[in-house]
């Protein structure tokens, strides 16, 4: 690889691990909510919950609906799919979850020990498409926030991956240009061939080496990867 002096890092997927940190507070929500009284299986729960949140979540990347109605609707949603059309059950459940979830602390495997490496090589940076309240939780509660020069957020820019202005405001912050910065993401459409759309650098990061067509720079399945590479 070149030599960098740039990394911009995705977080969610990326460094902290999504999928486990979700499923401790949807087992609590689970069990606490008394939803094994209307829902015979756990994890049918927790996957009709992850098809609905994600689905939201490509619809608030192209800008169909709003933070608010994100927040408002999975679990509605979710709790719809198994007969349960009770609102106000809806809201407290998912006020539960975005105040518990950002608290979880599981990381990607050898994420603190890879940005131990990187920290002492290169300045690092996040650039994000969370909202931006959780994702500083979810850096402090984990302990990684220190490693981070620049925190990008796509609320304050006002675009989301994979739009190009998101890293251009991104290099413009940290001081980098397209020729000494890489970045590195789980989420092909939003980090990589955002990246490719500013010519920059990219680390395509496929943890489930999910086989794929996709045109990538350089592509890992596990962090510890990096030290490698970089």
């Not at 800008?63 to 949603?77: A, H, P, S």
């Not at 459940?93 to 979830?101: A, K, L, P, R, T």
């Not at 990589?192 to 350089?218: C, E, L, W």
């Amino acid at each position: 690889m070149p030599k960098y002096q740039h990394i911009f890092f995705d977080l969610d997927r990326t460094l902290w691990h999504f999928e486990e940190n979700s499923k401790k507070v949807l087992v609590a929500i689970f069990n606490d909510f008394g939803l094994h009284r209307h829902i015979e299986f756990e994890d049918d729960f927790i996957q009709q919950y992850y098809y609905f949140n994600d689905l939201l979540w490509d619809r608030y990347r192209d800008n169909k609906i709003t933070k608010d109605e994100l927040r408002g609707e999975r679990f509605k949603l979710t709790l719809n799919h198994f007969k349960i059309n009770n609102t106000k059950l809806a809201n407290e459940i998912g006020d539960y979850y975005v105040n518990e979830s950002p608290k979880q602390t599981i990381l990607l495997p050898h994420a603190t020990e890879v940005l131990n490496y990187l920290h002492a090589k290169y300045k690092l940076h996040i650039i994000t498409n969370g909202f931006e309240e959780v994702q500083h939780i979810k850096l402090s509660e984990s302990k990684i926030g220190h490693f981070f020069d620049q925190l990008i957020f796509s609320e304050k820019v006002g675009v989301k991956k994979p739009h190009p202005l998101i890293f251009k405001k991104a290099l413009k912050n940290a001081g980098a240009t397209t020729q000494n910065a890489v970045m590195i993401g789980d989420d092909y459409y939003a980090d990589i061939y955002g990246a490719q759309r500013v010519k920059m650098d990219s680390i395509y990061f496929n943890h489930y080496q999910t086989p794929h067509q996709y045109q990538t720079d350089k592509e890992i399945s596990c962090l510890s990867e990096l030290i490698k590479l970089l």
